[in-house]
């Protein structure tokens, strides 16, 4: 989140679009309720189905899975047509001015640059802007050069008329108008929007750009670092925030610095393109800063192991040469390649892409090791359950050893929320059996791995010899010290730079801030943007003060908000280019004469006055937001409707280019995804308030509350195929097929795409062949094994399948 969850409560327009918070998120649902009822707010809900959050909505808008790209840039076509944007925002605060490359182009479904044979931009030069002698980008204030991003960007919109939106999502018209009336209501700086979002947006090989379609229409309307604004992913697991900051990402280390590949042999060539120099004069370049965060993270790596003269262990990372996320793993697992799989609070049987592809693998491995509380459908894949896992136990030879975990609630340590809050959780009960703690297994393994590595010498032992643990029980480390590794302390004094004579920080001091972070090896922390969560004064993630002093939400005294107790990013951006408030109403931080007040932390210093910092949008090298994105977008720099893998039809708007042309495809899924000739429904998958994945079927109370799988369809389809409630029904896709009763509703309505109907059916995902709940095949048996181009977030939102009648499956039948 670029803001928090209890911001939202400032809104007057919240678009859930992507996401189903009401079931999904129904705790934090409530500050919609809040900002309803205390704020006026409207509630504009787009989602193929009429779910949860639309039942108590204003406004509900269907669309067809997978196309939000078009209806989002519809909606800019909208605003910029209109006039409606914060004229002085985006002039000051993004790149609307700045001129691009001559070369630039975007053609047929393609940006500048693309190589056929390779199936890739291999030349984004022109993916930038003009610079002059002194590496200072260029700007056209006055909006007015052809080539200037906001002209650009007009262009490139201009296609997505609201014909054309109905046309590919199959939003009625007038319906997608009164949307982006409801959305340009909040471009006048008193007024603000939130946009809530998760799945809905990232499980796509659009993923990516879906968001990047919503950070630009937040610009535009002048909606990011506001109260009540910003762009707002709502996280899933109670800690997956904090596991995507310590690096879950295979491409990342913590802090989202970046993992060397193995094109930076050497330090100098890794740092080579990471000392970022701002391209606009005055400007702050935050990245700058990089080398301090890196060395620092090294020394909490490998200790007294990572010196000057060894450049800090550098060669101790692994360098990769193409990313391993989990698809990969999968692909890789596969092929047989690979002997052993850690699963640690992780069950890919089910939440994986293309069940059977996955099946497969752990078939091939040597060993499998499941490290959790209960057993799992991927830790029992070998077993035979009928119909719903069709194996030969006698043909697997994998080893599957099962560590038993303790669970959350039987753990103590820190939880990182979507609003990037920090927070501390106590052990509410000891862990049953012979259950140990995540912590502790990690800890014992680390043990035995280092005896080997001391024994036996192997290939490479330094970096296991020389990690550094320096806990006071290494057996079973205090959570509390783990987090003071990750805040940072002093290796030995370190005198203030501005005056030497006086000490900045004394050896063993913990950090106060990744502000006094050192790049010659005295300072040493964990992930830089903790830094703050545990500090001399104690550890902030137990504070619990629940006073809210300004009435906007902010509660500056409970947990901690990375980065430095910010609990709005931007916030900057709430005052205009002289520091004064867009309005009163929005007022958040200013600038009063001597320094930067209000709420909440600044974006920088507090005395650096508006005129000597250009930009909020300190973390890019221009200071300013990106309309058009110069860099980390593999698939251009303005986001463009593409159709799903599964496509469902030709792309209207480039039928030769229908899907995203820089997607990754395996050699040996090639043959994986359907055709709507075969496949003529378009199928998404989703959850259930009344299940957390596929861990609560284990409960009693929840298995009772949702015993058993379902597919939901709408009223045509149903009677075109002669389907009623509760008839056993085949759902198949190109990658197999799963049985599931029937719920025919009218939450999914008929719509029109392309001038042909468009039937969609949902499943929910909840259910597999362990636990208390009624056994079913996996949904993922459907699901395509592709991901989003920039996260690899696999495509388990927009998919072709047929449906028919069916008859139950032979354990059904018995049990029914
Ligand atoms: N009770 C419960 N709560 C949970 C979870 C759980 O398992 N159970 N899981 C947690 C986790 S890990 C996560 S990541 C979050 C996920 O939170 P959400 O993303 O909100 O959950 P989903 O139900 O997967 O999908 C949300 C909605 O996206 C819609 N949708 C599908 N395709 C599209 C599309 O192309 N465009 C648009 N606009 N909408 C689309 C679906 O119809 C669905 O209503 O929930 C978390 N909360
Ligand atoms: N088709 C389809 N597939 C999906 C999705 C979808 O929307 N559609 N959503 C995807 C998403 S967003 C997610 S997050 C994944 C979820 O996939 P997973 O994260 O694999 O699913 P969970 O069941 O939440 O958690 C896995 C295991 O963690 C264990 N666990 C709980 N607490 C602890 C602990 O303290 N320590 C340890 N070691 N283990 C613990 C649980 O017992 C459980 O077995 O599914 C993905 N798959
Ligand atoms: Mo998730």
Redesign the pocket.
Known sequence: MTNSWNDIKNADVILI?????A???PCGFKWVVEAKAHNGAKLVV????F?RSAAVADFYAP?R????IAFLSGVMRYLLGAGKIQQEYVKAFTNAGYIVKEGFKFEDGLFAGYDEAKKNYVDRSTWDYEFDEQGMAKVDDTLQHPRCVINLLKTHVDRYTPEMVERICGTPKDKFLKVCELIASTSTGDRSMTSMY????TQ?TTGAQNIRSMAMIQLLLGNIGIPGGGVNA????SN?QGITDLALLSTSTPGYLVLPTDREATYADYMKSRRFKPQRPGQTSFWQNYEKFFVSQQKSFFGAAATKDNDWAYDYLPKFDVPYDALKIIDVMAAGQMNGLFCQGMNIMMAGPNKTKIRNGLSKLKWLVSIDPLETETARFWENHGEFNDVDPKSIQTEVFQLPATAFAEEEGSATNSSRLIQWHWKAAEGPGESRGDIQIISDLRARLRALYAKEGGAFPDPILNLAWNYSDPGNPDPAEVLKDINGYALEDVPDPADPAKLLLRAGQLLPTFGVMRDDGKTSGGCWIYTGVYTEAGNMAQRRNASDPTGKGVYPNWGFSWPANRRILYNRASADAAGKPWSERKKYMWWNGSKWTGPDVPDYAPTVPPDKAVGPFIMNQEGTARLFARTGMPDGPFPEHYEAMDAFIANPLHPKVSRNPVVRVFAADAKSFGTPDKFPIVA??????????YWTKNAHANAVLQPELFVEMGERLAKAKGIQSGDWVEVTSQRGSIKAKAAVTKRIRPIMVDGKPCDIV?VPI?YGFIGLTRKAHPVNTLTPPVGDVSAQTPEF??FLVDVKKTTPPAQAAATA
């Open positions: 679009m992507g996401g189903n918070a079931e999904a998120h787009v989602d193929p189905r779910t669309i899975p997978g196309t939000d998760a799945l809905g947006w796509h709502l996280r899933g697991h997956v998404t998958t989703y959850r259930l308030t009344e299940h957390f994945h949902g909840h939102k927009a």
